[in-house]
């Protein structure tokens, strides 16, 4: 007979949840694309001032504040069979993967100002809007989840290693050569890069997925 899952607001967590909830962290696969390679990007491929393009991201860091405000009000105000936090990380797929492939597409042929308009655009729709509606939802889901500190306390653990170790590993460690396999040798061109991000999307997609079918919402459910 399969056990019953514990479903009371201080249940202690299974191997299961835990598991989850790590590959959860993957919601932060964008970031590391965005931290590590879209300046590289900017520069190497799309061909813009490097210091242009650094002051655009700069600027777009701005508008995060407030984003996490709202995006925070939503999540407390999210009524749905999955919880508050796990609709989020489903609804926010389709958006993310599309969001982060626009990014790094910056067309070739337009003029200087419309590059940098699409860059502005692109780079806070993929960062400011669509990785905040994945990152406060997934930190949301360690509390919702129980109320057993033990349990919170290694989950937090767990995003940390997923966030720090995992996800950035894979990105800085492997995303140059997966990008110069599918560019035909060549590290810095725009098919390799577009290719790479969409395997790294489609890493992310799995492993939120994973997440959010292992993982439950304890605390909303009985309040």
């Given at each position: 007979m399969k056990k019953q899952r514990d479903m009371s607001v201080d249940a202690k967590l299974g191997f299961s949840e835990h598991f989850g909830y790590f590959l959860g962290s993957g919601v932060n696969v964008q970031q590391a694309l965005f931290g590590t390679f879209l300046l590289v990007y900017y520069t190497n491929?799309?061909?813009i001032n490097a210091g242009l393009a650094a002051t655009v991201i700069a600027i777009s860091k701005v508008l995060d504040g407030i984003s996490d405000l709202v995006m925070g009000y939503l999540v407390d105000h999210t009524k749905s069979k999955l919880g508050k936090?796990?609709?989020w990380l489903l609804r926010m797929m389709a958006p993310t993967v599309i969001c982060a492939?626009?990014?790094f597409f910056v067309p070739a042929t337009w003029g200087r100002?419309?590059?940098i308009i699409y860059m502005f655009i692109t780079y806070n729709l993929a960062n400011t809007v669509c990785y905040t509606a994945l990152a406060v939802p997934y930190s949301s889901l360690c509390g919702l989840?129980?109320?057993?500190q033990k349990s919170r306390g290694i989950n937090g653990g767990l995003n940390s290693l997923g966030t720090?170790?995992?996800?950035t590993i894979l990105v800085n460690s492997f995303f140059l050569k997966i990008s110069g396999a599918i560019g035909g040798g060549e590290l810095y061109t725009q098919k390799g890069f577009i290719g790479a991000v969409i395997v790294y999307m489609i890493i992310y997609v799995i492993a939120t997925g994973i997440c959010v079918a292992l993982t439950r919402e304890?605390?909303?459910?009985n309040k």
């Open positions: 491929v799309a061909g936090a796990r609709p492939v626009l990014a100002t419309a590059q989840a129980t109320m057993n720090n170790v995992l996800f304890r605390v909303s459910i």
